[in-house]
């Protein structure tokens, strides 16, 4: 993953632990106030938002203690690998797209980042500017022209 790929997680992780906990412990102790816990839906409520934090903040805590963290800006080359920044341009519309090569916990394709794992990624790996790739999507084929490999 890349080193903002972790931060954005450690910054989950900390929202969840100093907001969202707390918050969620205000409504626990609210609904308790109203009495019987048997029939009270705010309090069953509160309780599996409750489960549900944690156990984000669990998994979030597994992943980044397993993470290797890549710091993008110190590779460098020619050939696109994990943490590329790539400009492609669609050869059926002469549409261009820019792309970084990320794992799969950072991966948002709105956002321009694309997982590792991701038929794009997969295809791209290794080629270099001015080459040709073929991406097979639930769509159909796709022909991309790498047009740009940096590393930022």
Known sequence: MTSA?????????????????PRIIKAISEARAHGDLSENAEYHAAKEQQGLNESRVAEL???????????????????????????????D?????????VGELEADVKAG??????????????KSAGDTVEVVTPGGGKSYEVLKVEFR
């Open 113 to 126: 980042r694309v997982s590792i794992t991701s038929p794009l990624a997969r295809a791209l790996i290794g």
């Open 5 to 21: 790929g972790y931060k954005a997680l450690e910054d989950e992780i900390r929202f969840l632990k100093s907001v969202e906990r």
């Open 93 to 101: 519309t002469d549409e261009e797209a820019v792309y970084q090569i």
């Open 61 to 91: 805590e597994d992943k980044i203690s397993r993470a290797e963290v890549i710091d993008v800006s110190k590779l460098s080359g020619d050939t696109v690998k994990f943490g590329a920044t790539v400009t492609v341009v669609d050869e």
